[in-house]
Every structure is written in structure tokens, then in C-alpha cells.
């Protein structure tokens, strides 16, 4: 700064030696002894005005720079903090948008496997009941296979002991002649009783197995006179009575078949008789 000082005169009373002196020392001592060319006086004043504005300015220029940076840096936060939120938003939204989804769709795919898995349940419950259905059936024809295979060993047997087959039963004609009670408890020991008439082609079946021959049939009235039953304790209906009969009262008991007729007898009395069996 000193050195841009011209002096052109000397000063009285005061020595300058050089511009240096002049410049830099007592320039502002003695205003009056001292002359300064306009110049002088303008780089002088040009330059202290610089000086201060740079002393001034630089405090100023780094604060308002100071400024400039943290409101740059402010602002930058501020985007970047916006960014970041606006970021992570999208990214959860896009997230639970992805998990709602998928939620969805499981939910979707539970629902439909627990239909299925009612339906299996109900077609497992419906096989079961078939099963045991199925079961139970073969249980009952199993039984009635056996059944049928004893009846049919049973019924070969009766047949090669002289026993007749018709309509679902089997009968045997005595060769000996008995009372109506014997000839009950003979029938009985085979596993039969007294044949039992029931209609009108039983009864000529019953005529042609015994011939001319007069036999015991199961029908009496000795618990109740002239009620007539059979012998599994039915009560006869209608019969095939001969004429005036039955007629002997509390003395005839028991009833014969005699060539498509019956009639009333002592049951003490002796006749061959007719056993039937039941054969399904
Ligand atoms: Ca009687
Ligand atoms: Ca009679």
C-alpha cells in the first residue's frame, strides 16, 4: 500500500528519504505541510478504499458463503430426506402390495384345500357306510350260504330216507301205524310234526302219497271241543270235512285224511301218519 504513495515536494521539517518514508509513515501527521499530487491521492484513496473492502468483504463473503452451503446443504438434506421417504414408501407399498398378494393367494389356495379335503372326508365317510354295507352283506350271504348248504345236505339226506319234496316242504309217510301222539313224537324226532293242510293241492298231494290208506294229519281239538288247530297252534280255517263231520265230539279228538276227506277219530286209534318239514 505504502509503496503506491507518490510524493513530488519536501516537506518542511520533515525528512523523506525515500517514497517509502513517504508512503508508509506520516502521510496523515501534518495535513497542512503535507502535499500530495492527485494521483497519489487517488491510488492512495483507491487503495485504502480496497484494503477495507477487502478487510470488510472476506468475514461477509464467508458468511453469506457460509449461508449459501448450509442452505445448500439444507435443501440437500431436505431432497435427500425426501428421496429416502418417498423411496421407502414406494418400496413398502410395493411390498405390501406383493404381501397382500401372496396372503391372497394363500388364503385362496387354504380355501380350496379344505374343500377338498371335505369332499375327500365326505366320499371317505360314503366308502366307509358302503363298506360296512357291503360288508354286512357278505356277512348275511355268507350265512345264507351256509344255510343253503345245510338245508341242501339235510334235504338229500330226507331224500334218500323216503321223504317226497313239494312246494318248499318235505314229507314222509309212515310205514307203521300208531297213535296220534306217537305218531306226533315219531314226526318230531325227525325234525317235523304232523303235516298241516293248507289248501286244496297240498291236500291231493297229501291223498296220493297215502293212497287209500287212512292217516293222521296235525289237526285236533283237544284243548277246546270243536276248536279245531293244527299243531303249530294256528286255528283251521276251513278243511275238507267229510259228510257229517267231525262228529264224535269229546270222543274224537284227532283228525284223519281219508281219499281227499277228513274226519274225526280217537286219537288212541292207530293209522299210519304223514310227517312234514319246512325246506326253504
Ligand atoms: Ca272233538
Ligand atoms: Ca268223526
Known amino acids: 500500500m505504502s509503496k503506491n504513495i507518490v510524493c ?3 516537506i518542511p521539517g ?5 517514497r517509502e518514508d513517504c508512503g508508509g509513515m506520516n502521510i496523515y501527521a501534518n495535513v497542512d505541510d503535507i502535499s500530495i499530487d492527485d494521483d497519489c491521492t487517488k491510488k492512495k484513496t483507491s487503495q485504502h478504499t480496497g484494503s477495507e473492502s477487502l478487510r470488510i ?30 423411496n421407502f414408501h414406494q418400496f413398502n407399498n410395493i411390498n405390501n402390495k ?18 377338498e379335503r371335505n369332499q375327500l372326508l365326505t366320499k371317505y365317510t360314503n366308502i366307509t357306510e358302503e363298506r360296512n354295507d357291503l360288508s354286512f352283506k357278505y356277512k348275511n350271504i355268507n350265512k345264507l350260504s ?8 339235510d334235504l338229500l339226506t330226507h ?28 314226526c318230531r324226532e325227525k325234525g317235523a310234526d304232523l303235516v298241516i293242510i293248507n289248501n286244496k293241492e297240498e291236500e291231493e ?10 292217516i293222521w294229519i296235525g289237526l285236533t281239538d283237544s284243548d277246546q271241543e270243536g276248536r279245531w288247530k293244527w299243531v303249530d297252534g294256528s286255528t283251521m280255517i276251513s278243511g275238507f270235512w267229510g259228510q ?5 265230539h269229546r270222543r274224537e279228538n284227532c283228525a284223519v285224511n281219508h281219499i281227499l276227506l277228513w274226519a274225526d277219530y280217537p286219537c288212541t286209534d292207530a293209522f299210519k301218519y304223514i310227517c312234514e318239514k319246512k325246506h326253504f
Open 205 to 214: 298231494f297229501v291223498c296220493k302219497m297215502s293212497g287209500k290208506e287212512i
Open 8 to 10: 513530488n515536494r519536501n
Open 14 to 18: 520533515m525528512q523523506l528519504t525515500d
Open 244 to 248: 257229517n263231520e267231525p262228529n264224535g
Open 98 to 115: 406383493n404381501i397382500t398378494e401372496e396372503r391372497d393367494q394363500l388364503l385362496t389356495k387354504y380355501t380350496n384345500i379344505t374343500e
Open 159 to 186: 331224500l334218500r330216507d323216503g321223504w317226497i319234496y313239494y312246494r318248499s316242504s318235505i314229507y314222509f309217510t309212515s310205514s307203521q301205524k300208531k297213535s296220534w301222539s306217537e305218531s306226533r313224537n315219531v
Open 57 to 86: 468483504r472476506s468475514p461477509r463473503s464467508v458468511l453469506v458463503c457460509l449461508v449459501v452451503l448450509c442452505v445448500l446443504l439444507l435443501t440437500a438434506v431436505i431432497v435427500l430426506c425426501v428421496l429416502i421417504y418417498t
Open 146 to 153: 351256509e344255510r343253503l348248504n345245510q338245508e341242501k345236505t
